[in-house]
């Protein structure tokens, strides 16, 4: 009698949890039918935060990580007031922060301080104070990376690491 009595309300659980497992998968696949510009080859989409703090020369993040095998939409925030304070964000390959920032002295503002260097795997524009820059590009194998602001001076202090794992 008691075995009897409490197999209904087992098997009633189960029914309710398997159904909200369902349609939860009906949901992100609907998302992506939906959104389907935005899911190309089914590559998990990640949006990146980054902001300039101030008007110092300084990234909020030294260090960011996204999955292999993601689409990066990486976010620029300049915060700052002062009219000399452009910025941008630049994805250069592991060790190769000093260079493209010594190479980007010589590219004016018009050409957003961006060399043409083949260290460089992302960047955005150049951002005036109060703007917001991005960028969306497939995230580069496995491995370490680095980021930079390439306006003139700023690479020594606005430089963090990517990790892409
Ligand atoms: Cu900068």
Redesign the pocket.
Known sequence: MFHLKKNPTKKKQKGYIGSFKLSSVLLVMGACVVALAGCPKGKPEVRVEIA?VGDT?A?DKKEITVPAGSRVTLVLK?NATSPV????WILVTEGKVDEVGQAAVAVPAEQGHIPIHPAILARTPLSRPGETVSVTFDAPPAGRYEF????P???M??RGIFIVK
């Open positions: 300039s020369m990234f300049n304070m452009t910025h941008n930079l602001c390439s306006t001076g700023h690479y202090q606005m």
